[in-house]
């Protein structure tokens, strides 16, 4: 071929592959069929025959010019083989599939992770990928793999925090805490991260050997200080220092200005009330909780009934007075004369 033709073609040929979109450069299934079979898919999970009905579901996420964004993704990054395993999420999991994909700022590993997540998991991870801070936990993901989804699972909105800022940590902690417990850690989690690392792992020590008395301490730190930064480098010394009296409900004293200057253990009342007071209290709390909702539903029966056997007497007056009652006599109607007069 002659040169001087050569490079203007292919120049062309280069500009216009660029401006293109990219599901109709890649080889393969490609463009309208691979927008249509999404469709498809989708359809299966949607329960409906129709492309246009699928389109009305999702076009709350921007119809058909979404589906094409993602499947453009799918087969710039993955090819067909990410096209087929997505649409194989999409037809069980439906639209949600699509919206983690977007998400996410790799396909493969995305899917990948997934693919890792028994079928209950990987549901729970699709709608927490699709949903509000989905592009945030997507990217952790894509760092830490499923282990961020199963924290975040365990605990939506602070799961995945508590991996992101402590690590293998965070996941091992995720696993032994209750959603309370979750969320006291959470607030505390970056001071510990940013603790020397010695201090760090004392702290996360206290944390695998004493889990719920050091949680239930932290907690009661918050709300008797509430603002007040507890893992200082200071404060987390005289922690580690006083172990044993911290576990066992010592305070830390601060002096005027803020900065903590020992460990005062809890007298005999202060024990007594944590260990007697506080559980009555509690358990009494918890019966008149019960007794009120009883009292709520003896209270609601009993008009019911009232207001029924009042019903019935109104009805029986009724046809009893309908029944003596006589019918009104009727006066027979004078007959009309022909005459005009």
Do not use: C
């Amino acid at each position: 071929m002659n040169a001087k033709r050569f490079i203007p073609v292919a120049v062309l040929a280069l500009v216009l592959g660029m401006a293109m979109p990219a599901q109709a450069i890649v080889p393969g299934r490609a463009g309208r069929e691979a927008v249509e079979w999404v469709l498809k898919q989708l359809g299966k999970a949607l329960g409906k025959r129709t492309a246009r009905e699928v389109l009305e579901e999702v076009a709350e996420y921007g119809g058909r010019e979404f589906v094409e964004r993602v499947t453009s993704k799918l087969l710039r990054e993955g090819g067909e083989e990410a096209l087929e395993r997505a649409g194989r999420l999409a037809a069980k999991h439906g639209p949600d599939v699509l919206r983690a994909i977007d998400n996410a700022p790799s396909v493969r590993r995305v899917l990948s992770v997934l693919d890792e997540l028994p079928e209950h998991e990987a549901r729970a991870a699709i709608r927490r990928l699709a949903g509000t801070g989905g592009r945030e936990l997507a990217r952790m993901t894509e760092k830490m793999g499923a282990r961020v989804l199963r924290a975040e699972i365990r605990h939506p909105g602070v799961g995945g925090r508590l991996v992101q800022t402590l690590g293998d940590d965070g996941v091992r902690l995720a696993a032994r805490l209750d959603r309370t417990e979750a969320v006291t850690l959470a607030q505390h989690a970056d001071d510990i991260a940013k603790l020397p690392p010695q201090l760090r792992r004392g702290v996360l020590q206290m944390l695998y050997d004493n889990t719920k008395a050091m949680m239930q301490w932290m907690r009661r730190f918050v709300e008797k200080h509430p603002g007040k930064v507890l893992f200082t480098t200071a404060a987390t010394a005289l922690i580690l220092q006083n172990r044993e009296a911290v576990l066992g409900g010592a305070e830390i004293v601060f002096d005027e200005n803020g900065k903590p200057i020992g460990i005062r253990k809890p007298g005999l009342v202060d024990r007594m009330v944590d260990k007697v007071v506080t559980p009555v209290v509690s358990v009494v709390r918890t019966m008149l909780s019960i007794a009120a909702v009883v009292m709520g539903l003896f209270g609601a029966g009993w008009l019911a009934i009232k207001l029924w056997f009042l019903y019935r007497s109104e009805r029986r007056k009724d046809r009893l007075q309908a029944a003596v009652t006589p019918p009104p006599a009727t006066v027979p109607a004078e007959p009309r004369s022909s005459n005009p007069d």
